[in-house]
């Protein structure tokens, strides 16, 4: 099979909708599983939100002009759902979303995708104590290597106010990593 491209799955929008969906989650399915994976941690709440960004992204392909990439505005939907299944936990368990990000750290001592060498596991839980925006930022440059203007049309946010938040997470890592 050829290697699937998003000039493939534009011609494919117009003309067999099933075949682009198909297309789209086969070229992008994996990397939004890990990217929603790093935001709530376990499998069956990446797995959920996954299923959500799909169905969202199906519902909605028919709007989508290409004026960003594919993958950007498939990223924003599965942030956005990663985040609201966060905050929902958060309101289902009754704590705040301070709480969240030791909740998520003590999630991630127990995951089987946490079982690495003892520097991996330090890097992942100062990681989860970011606050929510400093983590998702964090993730998208230095797991996903994003560029700033990627991450911008993501979360809506501005170039120079996610180098600030990339700073503070950077910092609040080192921090964390040397006192532990």
């Known amino acids: 099979m050829s290697q699937i491209t998003e000039n493939d799955i534009r011609a494919a929008i117009a003309t067999d909708a099933e075949k682009a969906f198909r297309m789209i989650i086969d070229l992008y399915g994996r990397r939004l599983y890990w990217h929603i994976r790093r935001i709530v941690i376990t499998h069956d709440d990446a797995d959920d939100a996954l299923q959500n960004t799909f169905l969202n992204a199906w519902k909605n ?28 936990r958060s309101r289902v368990d009754n704590v705040s979303l301070d709480d969240v990000e030791g909740i998520l750290a003590g999630s991630a001592e127990g995951s089987s995708w946490f079982d690495g060498d003892e520097a991996t596991v330090k890097l992942q839980n100062a990681i989860l104590r970011l606050p929510e925006k400093q983590r998702t930022v964090f993730n998208m440059k230095y ?12 979360t809506g946010t501005s170039v120079g106010a996610l180098k600030a938040s990339y700073h503070h997470a950077v910092k609040k890592i080192e921090h964390y990593l040397e006192e532990n």
């Open 143 to 154: 797991y996903d290597d994003m560029t700033y203007e990627e991450i911008s049309t993501v």
């Open 61 to 88: 392909i028919g709007l989508f002009r290409f004026e960003s990439s594919l993958l950007t505005w498939l990223w924003s939907i599965a942030t956005n759902e990663a985040l609201n299944l966060v905050r929902k």
